[in-house]
């Protein structure tokens, strides 16, 4: 990625300002993330309660937000980059210009906390866990997704994906992954009983996609790649866990 002509350093934020036409872009550079949003929002259930609140660290665009539709959640989303508030406002999402290790909300707000393709991005990211947990109420439910920290991963997420024209080059650094074992610790330090699974785009889905994207035509509403679970959590991986009290 560049930046007034200087290359920038792998993960920079300052790439998603240069990014920002892509997020609502379908078959675009963030087309991933529409999948994973999708997946995360199917561990979500429905609102227990009315003025239920659901917290949405790294939210980027709000593109988990129109598949909490007719949940019953007040979604707030909290991010860096101020471009991508401003489309994530307009998808209804109440937007907060906030780091994930440091979040302006107060202790306890939050009946859910999503934080999804954020870890791997975080220099800190037993901090953003941390905040996470301090967040949630008793009973909240924290849900997550992440890349881990293993050899396979850094090959298939950067060498072999940063290869591919739908990937933007230093989008990550591989040295922030995050080991699914010590994910489960460090959750578990902070009162949340965390449940991990791999997870990957299943194989035909995916393969229609690269077929469209190499033809240059679009995916049809409703026939992207569904995210399925997998054998291992070696490469990408979901979380999920509740509070204790």
Request: hydrophobic share 45%; glycine share 10%; with cysteine.
């Amino acid at each position: 990625m560049r930046d007034a002509g200087l290359v920038l350093p792998r993960n920079d934020p300052r790439q998603y300002d240069e990014l920002a036409d892509e997020w609502w872009r379908p078959d675009g550079v963030f087309a991933m993330l529409h999948w994973l949003a999708r997946a995360r929002a199917a561990l979500v259930p429905p609102a227990a309660r009315p003025g239920a609140l659901l917290v949405d660290l790294g939210c980027g665009a709000g593109l988990l937000a129109p598949h909490l539709a007719g949940k019953g959640y007040r979604h707030v989303g909290v991010d860096l980059t101020r471009s991508a508030l401003t489309q994530a406002a307009a998808h209804g999402v109440t937007a907060v210009n906030g780091d994930a290790t440091a979040v302006p909300l107060v202790d306890g707000c939050a009946d859910v906390v999503a934080a999804g393709e954020l870890l791997e991005h975080v220099p800190d990211w037993r901090a953003a866990v941390a905040e996470a947990c301090r967040l949630l109420r008793p009973g909240g439910l924290l849900v997550l997704d992440t890349l881990n920290d293993t050899a396979l991963a850094r090959l298939v997420a950067v060498r072999i994906a940063e290869r591919l024209p739908t990937v933007p080059r230093g989008i990550h650094d591989p040295r922030l992954f995050v080991d699914d074992r010590e994910l489960v610790t460090e959750c578990a330090r902070h009162g949340v009983d965390l449940s991990v699974r791999g997870v990957r785009p299943g194989v035909s889905g995916l393969l229609r996609w690269l077929f469209r994207q190499a033809r240059g035509a679009a995916t049809p509403p409703g026939q992207e790649p569904r995210i399925v679970p997998t054998g291992s959590p070696a490469i990408l991986y979901q979380g999920h866990g509740v509070r204790d009290g």
